[in-house]
């Protein structure tokens, strides 16, 4: 079942556009404009899903408001399920006559998902991770704002290594599907690069939930370094039960992809403390479009912008903008927008890079402090350092055609 939620700006919201008639033709502003929005809302990423949601939400709302016209949002339950997605979006396309959709929250979802819109003629982009989406499946319908599993495991632990030259041995633990093995292969080039080893890793299911055994075997290698490469409820269970172990204080424990403000208040400080997070976005980022995400998400919901909520917004904004400037939601002029857009995100400078759909922007490395050392609730982690770490498309494996 389709959740609809609509907004229709005001009076004066129409006005402002009439004195900007070079946006977009006359007659598309009339036009009820659709944005699909497929994540988990059930599940064991639901928590996820709910706050992707949320971010949709403001953007179609802010969207409204600017542009003087109805914008309707359909968020699309995919249970974290890729059959289920396909359906979800399959539906979507031949009985709502959706073309833009912004979602995803795993990464075989979300690989799906976007060849499905590559064949009902409609646009997708995620905020979902494996180096396939704009790698070797890449596909003209799909966009990427989410540094690939690549540039994380790049911005993640190299920092890391700089920081802490005598952690030479390394375990990881894994989520066995498309994404997990993505971080994986990262983080083995890198340590081998690097001369480190990797002395042993721990593959998972996406139902598993405890992980106790698989720390037994980490903590039996003796690792200076304990890497977690799972998302979401997961690692918050692996976080826990490592904790529970007194593995932080036998060795640096390290995330390579947060999933935000949320796991933090989930976890409490007195347990994240002194872990390292790889991070998407971090809501203290010094830039002009986050601060107003940061106003627009208080101002409706009386909390901080977390990564699920920041990144469906920027996406949905992004689809929305794009359908805007094309002055049409027809997705060859959609494409034509986006491709090699430059604009001022949530991270700063972005840019959308043709060749390959995918965004070109910052990855953040975090340290979790001291609850005594926070200056207000939500200021669980300091920003240590951050870069971009990007694959050409051509070494990433893409070929639009």
Known sequence: ????????????????????????????????????????????????????????????EEAAAKYGRAVQTFD???????????????????????????????????????????????NFITTAGADEITGTDCNKATFRWSVPTFGAINQSIRPIIDALPNAKRWYTITPQYV??????????DVLTEKGLDLVGNSYHSLTEKEFSGYLTNAMA??????????FGAQCADTLRQAVSFGMKERMTIVVAWASGLEQFEALG????????????????????????????????????????????YICTKLMIDAAQTAGSDDPAAVRAALEGLAYQGLTGDETIRAADHQVMKNYYLLKARAKA????????????????????AEEAGCKLG
């Open 1 to 60: 079942m389709l959740n609809r939620r609509s907004f229709l700006s005001s009076t004066a919201g129409a006005g402002a556009l009439l004195a900007t008639p070079a946006l977009i033709r006359a007659a598309y502003a009339a036009d009820l404009l659709k944005v699909g929005i497929p994540v988990p809302i059930s599940g064991a990423n639901a928590a996820n899903g709910k706050y992707a949601s949320m971010g949709a939400l403001l953007a179609a």
């Open 76 to 122: 699309l339950d995919t249970e974290g399920k890729p059959a289920t997605a396909v359906r979800k979006v399959q539906d979507a396309i031949d009985r709502d006559q959706i073309k833009l959709f912004a979602g995803g929250i795993l990464s075989s979802e979300s690989l799906a998902m976007g060849k499905e819109c590559e064949k009902g003629g409609a």
């Open 179 to 188: 994404f997990g093995e993505g971080l994986l292969k990262a983080a083995q």
């Open 221 to 230: 290698e003796r690792p200076d370094v304990l890497l977690i490469l799972n």
């Open 269 to 312: 400080a007195d347990l994240c403390e002194g872990i390292y997070f790889g991070a998407q976005y971090w809501h203290t980022v010094d830039a002009a479009q986050n601060a107003e995400l940061v106003k627009l998400t208080q101002a409706k919901y009386g909390i901080t912008p977390n990564y699920s909520l920041a990144g469906s």
């Open 373 to 392: 050392d926070m200056a207000d609730k939500d200021d669980y982690a300091e920003i240590i350092s951050s870069g971009q770490s990007f694959l050409s």
